[in-house]
């Protein structure tokens, strides 16, 4: 069994930054992909940023130039910088991995951009 725990999350004025944490126990080091997803409420979940096993990053258009992914694999953490928050990032974000085929969620971290 996985288990994802993520933090970080807040409440930031529009232009600040924010780093969101995701912790990983459990076996995850085979893992194919890991990353974020948000949902902004009465919208979708969607996909904020993905990186494959093989490194290959995939960000969405809304927050390439402005969020980075991260891995620590010794401490089986990843993690995203956000800089430049606009009230539109406003969202729960998600830690997502995907193992063997299974897909493993985090409880959620809120973010809320605001002046």
């Known amino acids: 069994q996985v288990q994802l725990v993520e933090s970080g999350g807040g409440l930031v004025q529009p232009g600040g930054a924010l780093r969101l944490s995701c912790a990983a126990s459990?076996?995850?080091?085979?893992?194919?992909?890991m990353g974020w997803y948000r949902q902004a409420p009465g919208k979708q979940r969607e996909l904020v940023v993905r990186?494959?096993?093989?490194?290959?990053?995939n960000y969405a258009d809304s927050v390439k130039g402005r969020f980075t992914i991260s891995r620590d694999n010794a401490k089986n953490t990843v993690y995203l910088q956000m800089n430049s928050l606009k009230p539109e990032d406003t969202a729960v974000y998600y830690c997502?991995?995907?193992?063997?085929?299974?897909?493993?969620w985090g409880q959620g971290t809120q973010v809320t951009v605001s002046s």
């Open positions: 990186i494959t096993s093989g490194g290959t990053i």
């Open positions: 459990g076996r995850i080091f085979s893992f194919s992909a």
């Open positions: 997502h991995v995907i193992i063997a085929t299974m897909n493993y």
